[in-house]
């Protein structure tokens, strides 16, 4: 069975540190580049960062760059985001997602996960 599981969101403080989790349980994705994207309470989802299948290659959406940071770990079929300094226009529903075609267009994909809520409080 095809499924995402994200975990780690929680409330924090401003300028708190969350590491998010995307677990791929049934090892369907580990040729294919993953990504996170966000949405906030009345806002559309958006890109937040990408790994390619190896870890060789990454992308951030600008707000991304410097604070958080995408790795995935092959052998356990795990995806995260180290997201540091965090803010309050951080807060968001966290989901993890999967396409072959996610450096090509970031804008959409085939697979995610339910999602993680990060709540920072000012």
């Known amino acids: 069975q095809v499924q995402l599981k994200e975990s780690g969101g929680g409330l924090v403080q401003v300028g708190a540190s969350l590491r998010l989790s995307c677990a791929d349980s049934?090892?369907?994705?580990?040729?294919?580049?993953m990504g996170w994207y966000r949405q906030a309470p009345g806002k559309e989802r958006e890109f937040v960062a990408a790994?390619?299948?190896?870890?060789?290659?990454?992308d951030y959406a600008d707000f991304a760059k410097g604070r958080f940071t995408i790795s995935r770990d092959s052998a356990e079929n795990t995806v995260y985001l180290q997201m540091n300094s965090l803010k309050p226009e951080d807060t968001a529903v966290y989901y993890c997602?999967?396409?072959?075609?996610?450096?090509?267009?970031?804008?959409?994909?085939?697979?995610w996960g339910q999602g993680t809520r990060v709540t920072v409080s000012a």
């Open positions: 997602a999967a396409d072959r075609n996610l450096f090509l267009d970031s804008t959409r994909a085939d697979y």
């Open positions: 049934g090892r369907a994705f580990s040729g294919y580049p």
């Open positions: 790994v390619n299948w190896n870890g060789g290659a990454t």
